[in-house]
């Protein structure tokens, strides 16, 4: 019998704003470029594409793991899915948290998330 892999949820990210979907897509659309300098160790690779309008698809690769992500513009929030591998999903509250405040300071701010 092969082993069962079980793999973990995926992380889900409330980021709740009043900017309205278009000013939320455009926000992200001139935030992803900044991604990879917020990325712990300094050697972040960030690919993104956007699949539909309302989508922004990200793999962030750091250290030899790769995350997947997708963040949903939607009129009010902001809804974040990391899957995140292995052993990384055991720090999965310290990553949301983290998410979740750089999304606030990119959504309610300027407009310019600092780490």
């Given at each position: 019998?092969?082993?069962?892999?079980?793999?973990?949820?995926?992380?889900?990210?409330?980021?709740?704003?009043?900017l309205?979907?278009?000013?939320?897509?455009?926000?992200?659309?001139?935030?992803?470029?900044k991604?990879?300098?917020?990325?712990?160790?300094?050697?972040?690779?960030?690919?993104?594409?956007?699949?539909?309008?309302?989508?922004?698809?990200?793999?962030?690769?750091?250290?030899?793991v790769?995350?997947?992500?997708?963040?949903?513009?939607?009129?009010a929030?902001?809804?974040?899915?990391?899957?995140?591998?292995?052993?990384?999903?055991?720090?999965?509250?310290?990553?949301?948290?983290?998410?979740?405040?750089?999304?606030?300071?990119?959504?309610?701010?300027?407009?310019?998330?600092?780490?």
């Amino acid at each position: 019998m092969s082993p069962r892999v079980v793999l973990p949820n995926p992380t889900i990210i409330d980021i709740y704003h009043n900017l309205g979907r278009e000013e939320a897509r455009r926000r992200m659309a001139k935030g992803v470029g900044k991604l990879a300098s917020h990325i712990p160790g300094g050697a972040a690779t960030v690919k993104h594409s956007w699949p539909s309008a309302d989508r922004l698809a990200l793999t962030v690769a750091t250290m030899g793991v790769e995350v997947q992500c997708t963040v949903d513009a939607e009129d009010a929030r902001l809804r974040v899915t990391l899957k995140l591998p292995g052993m990384l999903s055991l720090m999965a509250g310290p990553i949301a948290a983290i998410v979740k405040s750089q999304g606030e300071r990119l959504m309610l701010g300027d407009g310019t998330a600092k780490a």
